[in-house]
């Protein structure tokens, strides 16, 4: 029997018939069965139009996608440490970097990346506005979107929590660290992390004990200095490469702390500051 001879009571019960047969579950059948109708009527009365055009008018009979679950967002204070070590080679000078392994499971499971931590998500901050909320008072789809805004964290809250990061793999690692100004979004399938970037050098002196000293964090993960050969070797993610990337390009630019002349990294050891040419030193009484 041809859709042609068909009402549309026939052509649903055909089609249920059908489904039956061929052992298929659907969780709407009469309404499948309804848009494949709706399809064989608009294709009737477009015997003259394109095939593109008929194309877009059975496509438009469907529902549409539903809507994509949103990302979750994370600010994640991130240290960017290098130390210049000479090569066993000979080969002169050679530029590492601190790097973390990541856990044995979970996204980018046991990837490299540059010791961090997160500071702010919005899995945190629902749970957080959904506990203080009042019982029984629905919240407007606007402040629900309000919220989801990505707040700015403070210096002192990121650098603390960087500091504590640090000194649990190796005390000598805290240090004074100049920072990017502007946060690097990079997205991990369903997670998009905003990274506050702070860098700088390791001592000469510590460089050397460092480079090949055995490192571990506070929950057993490895962590070691890693040259661009090491990198290519265990494969690093353009997460990694976008942050490499933007600290080479603002030690170049505007070196620490905004300054529009090239300078190198600055080191973890504080110095004492000298008095500019020509100026007397402040002295307190």
């Known amino acids: 029997q041809t859709m042609d001879s068909m009402d549309m009571d026939e052509f649903v019960s055909v089609t249920n018939v059908a489904r039956g047969k061929m052992g298929c579950r659907l969780c709407d059948p009469e309404g499948i069965s309804r848009v494949l109708w709706d399809i064989s009527q608009a294709l009737e009365s477009s015997e003259s139009r394109s095939d593109d055009a008929s194309a877009t008018m059975g496509h438009a009979a ?6 994509k679950k949103a990302k979750r ?18 080969d002169g000078a050679v530029e590492k970097w601190l790097m973390v392994k990541r856990p044995k499971s979970g996204l980018l499971a046991n990837q490299w990346e540059f010791p961090s931590s997160c500071v702010w998500n919005s899995a945190d901050a629902k749970k957080e506005k959904k506990a203080g909320a009042t019982a029984g008072k629905k919240t407007k789809k606007k402040n629900e979107q309000e919220s989801a805004k990505i707040p700015t964290i403070d210096l002192a809250v990121r650098r603390s929590a960087l ?8 005390p000598s690692l805290v240090s004074d660290r100049a920072c990017i100004r502007e946060p690097i979004e990079h997205i991990f399938s369903h997670v998009r992390h905003s990274y506050c970037i702070e860098y700088a050098d390791i001592t000469e002196a510590d460089s050397r004990s460092l480079a090949s000293a055995s490192m571990v964090t506070f929950d057993g993960r490895e962590v070691r200095f890693m040259s661009n050969g090491d990198m290519k070797n265990v494969g690093i993610t353009s997460g ?10 603002s030690c170049e630019t505007s070196g620490p ?5 090239k300078k190198k990294m600055p080191r973890t050891r504080a110095t004492p500051i000298k008095p500019a040419r020509g100026k007397k030193q402040k002295t307190e009484k």
Do not use: H, M, W, Y
């Open 62 to 67: 469907f529902p549409t996608a539903p809507p």
């Open 240 to 249: 990694v490469k976008k942050i490499l990337k933007a600290v080479k390009s």
């Open 73 to 90: 967002e994370e600010v994640l204070a991130l240290a960017a440490l290098r130390c210049i070590t000479n090569d066993d080679a000979g």
């Open 257 to 261: 702390k905004g300054s529009a002349v």
């Open 163 to 170: 500091d504590s990061l640090l000194s649990q793999i190796q």
